[in-house]
T-cell receptor, first 114, second 113 residues
Framework: GENVEQHPSTLSVQEGDSAVIKCTYS??????FPWYKQELGKGPQLIID?????GEKKDQRIAVTLNKTAKHFSLHITETQPEDSAVYFC?????????????FGRGTSLIVHP | EAQVTQNPRYLITVTGKKLTVTCSQN?????MSWYRQDPGLGLRQIYY???????DKGDVPEGYKVSRKEKRNFPLILESPSPNQTSLYFC????????????FGPGTRLTVL
């Protein structure tokens, strides 16, 4: 089955700096790569996603890049703000074995210091 | 408002006492799933359902049961809870497969003594 590795587990930055979170996956059949943000006491919420036919996608201060050959994808947050502090999860899913079970990384706790 | 609801939000119980966590979505989604979240382990899928009366095991199904009698509801059943099932549980739904944005509920914090 799919295996998703996420790094770092904790990331501490100063307000205004950029933050980068990286994920690798193992199943070449995976074709959907979402990123979720989980604020304290809440369920995860999708912030951006990318499919395998696209190399990069941007939405205001966040962007995701995908390298299918190397099987890794990254989340980039520019001009970080204190409200970006949360746990971020990457995931990978696709038609491996006929099912579409998403596999999540273990999460990155992002702390943005004012 | 489009949402996924779970009940209860918090539950403390004892080993062996059967319990059910309810999940309901109002978005007419085909796909629903249950996850557990444990420190350092991220989100792991317990069971999922592609449609009414269609359910399948995820990565960690042992000790859990589910049913999907109606499209909107997907309850999680613990027939005989054990302390290793103490966790934070999330229900999620998406339009069709898990290959799309998933909408998560607010979570249920379960403690089994």
């Amino acid at each position: 089955g799919e295996n998703v590795e996420q790094h770092p587990s904790t990331l501490s930055v100063q307000e205004g700096d950029s933050a980068v979170i990286k994920c690798t996956y193992s199943d070449s059949a995976s074709n959907y790569f979402p990123w979720y943000k989980q604020e304290l006491g809440k369920g995860p919420q999708l912030i951006i996603d990318i499919r395998s036919n696209v190399g990069e996608k941007k939405d205001q201060r966040i962007a995701v890049t995908l390298n299918k050959t190397a099987k890794h994808f990254s989340l980039h947050i520019t001009e970080t703000q204190p409200e970006d502090s949360a746990v971020y999860f990457c995931a990978a899913s696709g038609a491996s074995g006929g099912s579409y079970i998403p596999t999540f990384g273990r999460g990155t706790s992002l702390i943005v210091h004012p | 408002e489009a949402q996924v609801t779970q009940n209860p939000r918090y539950l403390i119980t004892v080993t062996g006492k059967k319990l059910t966590v309810t999940c309901s979505q109002n978005m007419n989604h085909e796909y629903m799933s249950w996850y557990r979240q444990d420190p350092g382990l991220g989100l792991r899928q317990i069971y999922y359902s592609m449609n009414v009366e269609v359910t399948d095991k995820g990565d960690v199904p042992e000790g859990y049961k589910v049913s999907r009698k109606e499209k909107r509801n997907f309850p999680l059943i613990l027939e005989s809870p054990s302390p290793n099932q103490t966790s934070l549980y999330f229900c999620a739904s998406s339009l069709w497969t898990g290959d799309n944005e998933q909408f998560f509920g607010p979570g249920t914090r379960l403690t089994v003594l």
